[in-house]
């Protein structure tokens, strides 16, 4: 490989890169001193490793989506745009009153074809893990005709969690993130044939 190919790759590196599916992690928090930012870096990094897909971090923070129907909502066409990119999506959810956050759900509801027919794995996290929250989202998931897989992350704010606030997993979750993305990536590549 020559000097060029060192510098951009080959041909079939980047071809590689260009037909892998697009995975946004999506952060579904956004109060002040939220966790998910951590949570959803860690997701990333162990993602990174496998090289198997596009990982990008979508903060709906990012977006200052006010309530559906309530004003302007100068980031809607920029949330729409990437959603519109992705082939599924790894969701970082914390439980709020045993259910998602209203932001959250305040995001998912801006959107109908965007999500249509694509892949999500959930992480989530809370008292139980989370548990309560993941299945509202998967109801809501299944509405958007976004097909969720079964393995499920559910990470405990008692033991992967220092002060409730400084994330440290325990080591047997980084071994359900990677089987939740054995599930999520063959699905996301799937359901990409039906939306062309």
Same mark, same amino acid.
Do not use: C
């Given at each position: 490989?020559?000097?060029?190919?060192?510098?951009?790759?080959?041909?079939?590196?980047?071809?590689?890169?260009?037909?892998?599916?697009?995975?946004?992690?999506?952060?579904?928090?956004?109060?002040?001193?939220? +966790?998910?930012?951590?949570?959803?870096? !860690?997701?990333?990094?162990?993602?990174?490793?496998?090289?198997?897909?596009?990982?990008?971090?979508?903060?709906?923070?990012?977006?200052?989506?006010?309530?559906?129907?309530?004003?302007?909502?100068?980031?809607?066409?920029?949330?729409?745009?990437?959603?519109?990119?992705?082939?599924?999506?790894?969701?970082?959810?914390?439980?709020?009153?045993?259910?998602?956050?209203?932001?959250?759900?305040?995001?998912?509801?801006?959107?109908?074809?965007?999500?249509?027919?694509?892949?999500?794995?959930?992480?989530?996290?809370?008292?139980?893990?989370?548990?309560?929250?993941?299945?509202?989202?998967?109801?809501?998931?299944?509405?958007?005709?976004?097909?969720?897989?079964?393995?499920?992350?559910?990470?405990?704010?008692?033991?992967?969690?220092?002060?409730?606030?400084?994330?440290?997993?325990?080591? +047997?979750?980084?071994?359900?993130?990677?089987?939740?993305?054995?599930?999520?990536?063959? !699905?996301?590549?799937?359901?990409?044939?039906?939306?062309?």
């Amino acid at each position: 490989m020559g000097f060029f190919g060192k510098l951009f790759g080959t041909q079939q590196e980047e071809e590689t890169i260009m037909t892998q599916p697009n995975i946004g992690i999506i952060l579904g928090s956004t109060r002040e001193g939220r +966790v998910s930012p951590q949570v959803g870096a !860690w997701v990333k990094e162990l993602a990174d490793k496998r090289g198997d897909a596009n990982y990008t971090i979508i903060d709906i923070a990012d977006y200052k989506l006010p309530l559906l129907g309530e004003g302007d909502a100068p980031g809607a066409a920029a949330w729409s745009e990437i959603i519109s990119k992705q082939d599924g999506f790894v969701f970082i959810v914390q439980e709020y009153n045993h259910s998602i956050t209203g932001a959250l759900k305040n995001a998912l509801d801006y959107l109908r074809e965007e999500w249509n027919n694509k892949a999500a794995g959930i992480v989530s996290y809370g008292s139980v893990g989370g548990a309560r929250a993941a299945e509202h989202l998967r109801g809501i998931l299944g509405e958007l005709s976004v097909a969720d897989v079964r393995v499920h992350p559910a990470l405990s704010l008692f033991t992967d969690f220092e002060n409730y606030t400084e994330f440290k997993p325990a080591e +047997v979750q980084a071994n359900s993130v990677n089987e939740m993305l054995d599930q999520v990536i063959p !699905w996301a590549t799937a359901l990409k044939t039906i939306r062309q």
